[in-house]
């Protein structure tokens, strides 16, 4: 079973930066796509950001398109997501999931695992 840790969340004025970094035991790392979901108050878990198993594809939401960047290290079992030109609607919780399969799909629903979450917040 795959577990996931985040962290590096915080909070940030509008216009900034944060990377995002999540490390992830158990599993076989490489087999997986992995993904950034996010969750804000009152509102569902949505999806952010997906990579597959080589780091070949990514997929992004609309909302995050050129501002967000995921990454993802095979040898060190570490994912990451570079959060740019920040904006207040981009406060939530954020969280690491791992896909069932290692192709990138990009929806919350192909998530089988995640972390515990980091929170984000960006003041305007």
């Known amino acids: 079973q795959v577990q996931l840790v985040e962290s590096g969340g915080g909070l940030v004025q509008a216009g900034g930066s944060l990377r995002l970094s999540c490390s992830v035991s158990?599993?076989?790392?490489?087999?997986?796509?992995m993904g950034w979901l996010r969750q804000a108050p009152g509102k569902e878990r949505e999806f952010v950001a997906v990579?597959?198993?080589?780091?070949?594809?990514?997929y992004y939401a609309d909302s995050v398109k050129g501002r967000f960047t995921i990454s993802r290290d095979n040898d060190k079992n570490m994912v990451y997501l570079q959060m740019n030109s920040l904006k207040p609607e981009d406060t939530a919780v954020y969280y690491c999931?791992?896909?069932?399969?290692?192709?990138?799909?990009?929806?919350?629903?192909?998530?089988?695992?995640w972390g515990q979450g980091t929170q984000v917040t960006v003041s305007s």
């Open positions: 990579i597959s198993w080589s780091g070949v594809t990514t």
């Open positions: 999931a791992a896909d069932r399969y290692a192709l990138a799909t990009p929806k919350a629903e192909a998530f089988t695992s």
């Open positions: 158990g599993g076989t790392f490489g087999s997986h796509a």
